[in-house]
């Protein structure tokens, strides 16, 4: 079974500093793995992924996201954090595919809070 | 080229009621998932579908949840006999298909049981 971790439920960072939200995952194969955020009464937005290839991915809105396999973990990053990226991350998760499901298991979410 | 489409926004039912909640795809996509997400929690993944077929349910609670993709027009998520437990917002996502494909999330239902 895959599941993924968020250890932190809130993220407190000033405006201008660097942030980092923390993921860690469990798949039996290789992770498909993704990042997404959700604003207040919103549905979820896609920021980025990792399926093969270079581990440093980039995404949208300046965001990146680091894969290390060796330590199960996709940590998503941004060097410069804005009042406006204020909302809830969540990391995903998916087993490469060997045929049929395509379902994605999302961590608990972190709440990411950017203040002046 | 618009986005995922879920209808109703916002859905009040009292217990005993039915829900339906619709969900379009993006243009082009033909795998629609749906996903529930109760408050203060993650989403979980309810039910994997392609048009007339049902891939993957083993979210889906066995009682009184069903969902379907016809040929024609959006998929429906079904609640039966609603409970005040249902009271959730319910995600739709579609995807091309592809295996690295992201899933396109629309704005979600949020359902209310009296």
């Known amino acids: 079974a895959q599941s993924v971790a968020q250890p932190e439920d809130q993220v407190n960072v000033a405006e201008g500093n660097p942030l980092t939200v923390k993921c860690t995952y469990s798949v039996s194969g290789n992770p498909y793995l993704f990042w997404y955020v959700q604003y207040p009464n919103r549905g979820l937005q896609f920021l980025l992924k990792y399926i093969t290839g270079d581990n440093l991915v980039k995404g949208s809105y300046g965001f990146e996201a680091e894969f290390n396999k060796s330590q199960t973990s996709f940590h998503l990053k941004k060097p410069s954090a804005l009042v406006s990226d204020s909302a809830l991350y969540f990391c995903a998760v998916r087993d490469s595919p060997t045929g049929g499901g395509n379902k994605l298991t999302f961590g608990t979410g972190t709440q990411l809070k950017v203040e002046l | 080229n618009a986005g995922v489409m879920q209808n109703p926004r916002h859905l009040v039912r009292r217990r005993g009621q039915e829900a339906r909640l619709r969900c379009s795809p993006m243009k082009g996509h033909s795998h629609v998932y749906w996903y529930r997400q109760l408050p203060e929690e993650g989403l979980k993944f309810m039910v994997y579908?392609?048009?007339?077929?049902?891939?993957?349910e083993s979210g889906m609670p066995k009682e009184r949840f069903s969902a379907e993709f016809p040929k024609e027009g959006p998929s429906i998520l079904r609640i039966q006999q609603v409970v005040r437990g249902d009271s959730a917002a319910y995600f739709c996502?579609?995807?091309?298909?592809?295996?690295?494909?992201?899933?396109?999330f629309g704005p979600g239902t949020r359902l209310t049981v009296l």
């Open positions: 996502a579609s995807s091309p298909g592809l295996a690295d494909n992201e899933q396109f």
């Open positions: 579908l392609q048009k007339e077929n049902i891939i993957d």
